[in-house]
T-cell receptor, first 112, second 115 residues
Framework: QQQVKQSPQSLIVQKGGIPIINCAYE??????FPWYQQFPGKGPALLIA?????SEKKEGRFTISFNKSAKQFSLHIMDSQPGDSATYFC???????????FGAGTRLAVHP | EAGVTQFPSHSVIEKGQTVTLRCDPI?????LYWYRRVMGKEIKFLLH????????ESGMPNNRFLAERTGGTYSTLKVQPAELEDSGVYFC?????????????FGAGTRLSVL
């Protein structure tokens, strides 16, 4: 069963737009929620991560919003640029454990 | 500093053949993980080494897959015999120590095609 559900599968925005990618999880034991960015031919790279004791975290143009009661978290990309075009994966893991449980990924295209 | 490196980048084999994938983690990283992404689906965990010991191999699909980590350095993942459903991208990741064990650095992956 898929423990982390990610949507949408693909997303197209214009430069300057704010793409939003959503993830939902089932296991309340998860306490670490990273987002990974992957460019073609490269491996996933950690973009930003959050723990459930905060509802929002910002790093540059990237923001994670976290809703613990709804078991949902989302990635917002402010002022998106063509260079942000990539596949984005949300993930979750339990404290003390190491395996990351990934969503299926969102392919983002930012058009100039 | 070199990142996680994986060899080969792409492998095409016939069903029934054997393939060995290799991963060199970031120097000094005790934790090494293997993941797999089947086309269009989520990246799935396969197993986790701490140094040379298998910490968690709950994601290994069956006994056709054998992972080793010699001397706690590089790791190999052997598939024998390969089946069509083994096709996908195999990622290796490493992390530094128990305090930061959730920060995993990924290699570029090995794309395995079983024909």
């Amino acid at each position: 069963q898929q423990q982390v559900k990610q949507s949408p599968q693909s997303l197209i925005v214009q430069k300057g737009g704010i793409p939003i990618i959503n993830c939902a999880y089932e296991n309340t034991a998860f306490d670490y929620f990273p987002w990974y960015q992957q460019f073609p031919g490269k491996g996933p790279a950690l973009l930003i991560a959050i723990r459930p004791d905060v509802s929002e975290k910002k790093e540059g143009r990237f923001t994670i919003s976290f809703n613990k009661s709804a078991k949902q978290f989302s990635l917002h990309i402010m002022d998106s640029q063509p260079g942000d075009s990539a596949t984005y994966f949300c993930a979750a893991s339990k404290s003390g454990y190491n395996k990351l449980i990934f969503g299926a990924g969102t392919r983002l295209a930012v058009h100039p | 500093e070199a990142g996680v490196t994986q060899f080969p980048s792409h492998s095409v084999i016939e069903k029934g053949q054997t393939v060995t994938l290799r991963c060199d983690p970031i120097s000094g990283h005790d934790n090494l993980y293997w993941y797999r992404r089947v086309m269009g689906k989520e990246i799935k965990f396969l197993l986790h080494f701490v140094k040379e010991s298998k910490q968690d191999e709950s994601g290994m699909p069956n006994n056709r897959f054998l992972a080793e980590r010699t001397g706690g350095t590089y790791s190999t993942l052997k598939v024998q015999p390969a089946e069509l459903e083994d096709s996908g991208v195999y990622f290796c990741a490493s992390s530094q120590d128990s305090y930061s064990r959730n920060i995993q650095y990924f290699g570029a992956g090995t794309r395995l095609s079983v024909l």
